[in-house]
């Protein structure tokens, strides 16, 4: 019987209010400084994901909270119009939808979250059919949605007991803690791990000495690891073969979400029966062309469009 959905994601979905360029440093004081755009967007790591997976023809639902607000509503909307089905999106009428603004300045950027819902968020707003019936379970922003972080090793080993691979993107921990105790019973349970070159380090507790040692550290952990690495493109390690690819060129508008459309593209590329290295040059496609574009989930590619691409390099 074919699954209801190719894939479930769960995690946080807000608002991205961006303010761009700002070419001195945050000035306070009730100082008022200007920049020369500005734009509202959807954001979360898990929601760019489903959208970008959802644009590469998957199937998705999201299951996760927001707020009974105008925020909340605008990232139901925003979802349900990128083809996202928020049935398992549960509205909280306690707590406020997540807010993240972010600020740029030459090509880096400050982020700055309020969490809202996401501390609140646990494994029980995740209905178990979706878990037990979904090709694939992605979950990403681990770190920020402490008492979910705790329910993984049970949601994921609920999945893969009904044959359901699973992925995770931890993304940055704002405490700086990097708990590997807290992380060690998930990783046992994730098929798949994607973190940035930096985040790997972190992981793996290199601190970014050596991006293909942190990569094999964690592959030996038991899942497939797919490390985002900027500029110098992507790599995967499954604990005993490395594999690399250098990406795309492309003129970027707005690097933000570059690395969850990635993750779209891998998990994608692996649900269509795509090898690991085949994955990876599809995923690093759709994260170059994701940037064209202001916002995460602005300039996705579509699946036709990402093997074009791919071909062409």
């Not at 590619?301 to 074009?308: D, I, Q, S």
């Amino acid at each position: 019987m074919p699954p209801t959905f190719d894939l479930l994601v769960i995690g946080d979905a807000n608002p991205h209010v961006i303010l761009d360029p700002l070419d001195a440093p945050l000035a306070f004081g009730r100082r008022e400084q200007l920049v020369d755009g500005g734009t509202l967007t959807l954001g979360g790591s898990a929601a760019i994901t489903a959208c970008g997976a959802a644009r590469l023809g998957l199937r998705v639902a999201f299951a996760g909270r927001v707020g009974d607000d105008d925020a909340g509503a605008y990232v139901r909307d925003r979802l349900a119009a990128h083809g996202v089905n928020t049935h398992a999106l549960r509205v909280d009428d306690t707590l406020p939808t997540p807010l993240t603004v972010v600020v740029t300045r030459g090509g880096d950027r400050a982020m700055v979250t309020a969490p809202g819902v996401l501390a609140a968020t646990t494994g029980y707003d995740v209905p178990e059919r979706l878990l037990t019936t979904s090709g694939h379970v992605h979950t990403a922003s681990f770190f920020l949605m402490p008492k979910l972080a705790a329910d993984l090793p049970q949601l994921f080993g609920t999945a893969q007991a009904a044959g359901v691979t699973t992925s995770l993107d931890t993304n940055d921990d704002p405490s700086g803690g990097w708990d590997h105790t807290a992380l060690a019973p998930v990783l046992a349970g994730t098929d798949l791990l994607l973190p940035d070159a930096y985040e790997a380090g972190r992981l793996a507790g290199t601190d970014g000495a050596c991006v293909r040692t942190a990569a094999e550290l964690l592959a030996r952990q038991g899942p497939l690891v797919a490390v985002k690495n900027g500029a110098e493109g992507a790599l995967c390690h499954d604990g005993d073969t490395l594999l690399a690819t250098a990406g795309i060129r492309v003129t970027p508008q707005d690097s933000i979400g570059a690395g969850d459309s990635f993750n779209a593209g891998f998990i994608a590329a692996r649900l269509a029966g795509r090898p690991p290295a085949d994955a990876l040059g599809i995923a690093a496609v759709c994260g170059a062309l994701s940037t064209r574009g202001r916002g995460g989930a602005t300039a996705q590619p579509t699946w036709t469009e990402a093997l074009a691409h791919l071909t062409a390099r």
